[in-house]
């Protein structure tokens, strides 16, 4: 007999790799808000807020997000998305015991709800979005001031 000199996996292993390779687009539980935020008015010292490896600033102008050096180890970057330009739209996820929260600004050339960049997980697609600031449970009072300052300040 003749031996190739490859292991097989387990069937039940085998069928978890098949598993992975085809798994679906889940509906997601945050939204995207259908009214864009206004920009602070010109001359408005730049707003702060701090999230999970990163911060975000809001300026008259733009909208910048900074990634710590822990963020920037993990492969994502800081990145800048200009008001009336860039802006299509804010997606929410409201951070939980058990799942990250999110706030992404939304561009034209991003998918809808983040998950075609995570092969359908939205944490690991909110963590290598540029655009997209992560909140921890911790962080749920930050998450809950920054959104409501962008609803607030909304076009109607």
Not at 68 to 86: C, D, E, F, H, I
């Amino acid at each position: 007999t003749s031996t190739s000199g490859t292991k097989r996996q387990p069937a039940s292993r085998r069928a978890a790799t098949r598993k992975q390779a085809v798994a679906k687009s889940t509906p997601l539980s945050g939204h995207r808000s259908s009214v864009l935020p206004l920009p602070p008015p010109a001359g408005t010292r730049p707003l702060h807020f701090k999230g999970y490896l990163a911060a975000v600033t809001l300026y008259p102008d733009r909208i910048q997000i900074d990634r710590t050096l822990m963020g920037r180890m993990n492969g994502n970057r800081s990145a800048s998305v200009q008001w009336p330009q860039q802006l299509v739209g804010v997606d929410f996820l409201e951070p939980t015991r058990l799942v990250n929260g999110h706030i992404h600004f939304a561009t034209a050339a991003d998918p809808r709800g983040l998950t075609a960049t995570g092969r359908g997980n939205r944490m690991a697609a909110a963590a290598r979005n540029p655009r997209a600031i992560m909140f921890t449970w911790r962080q749920r009072t930050t998450y809950e001031q920054l959104r409501g300052l962008l609803m607030a300040n909304a076009r109607h």
